[in-house]
């Protein structure tokens, strides 16, 4: 090794790699981030409103058929709410680990 080289010139190239992928990446995906910003937001209304619409109904038509001294309308719409915010938490968290595994490939 010569006096003028770098001893952490490969850990600086690395670091330079790592850095222009992402930001090629990224300027790949600039425009599509409004897109799944919308995509995402569609997924996480509908993921929590239909369990929850599907539980009002259910439970209006047991309402109807077999009447009792309990409300089948508010308790499914409770369990249908419960089940669309456990389903809508499920994609955030898939999107989350995703996102994470993707950084750590750019990493190594």
């Known amino acids: ?4 080289e770098n001893p952490q010139k490969p850990d600086l190239e ?3 790699d790592v850095r222009a992928r992402r930001k090629l990446r990224a300027k ?15 997924i996480i209304g509908w993921s929590v ?6 539980g009002v109904f259910m439970g209006l038509w047991l309402d109807q058929n077999y009447p009792g001294g309990r ?11 419960a089940l669309g915010c456990w389903n809508a938490w499920y994609w955030v968290a898939k999107e989350d680990r ?6 750590k490939d750019d990493d190594t």
């Open 1 to 4: 090794m010569t006096s003028h």
């Open 14 to 16: 690395r670091e330079v």
């Open 28 to 42: 790949k995906r600039a425009g599509n981030e409004v897109w799944f910003g919308l995509g995402m937001m569609g």
């Open 49 to 54: 409103s239909i369990p929850t619409l599907l």
């Open 71 to 81: 409300s089948w309308t508010l308790a499914l719409l409770v369990a249908g709410l």
């Open 98 to 103: 995703a996102i994470r595994e993707e950084q």
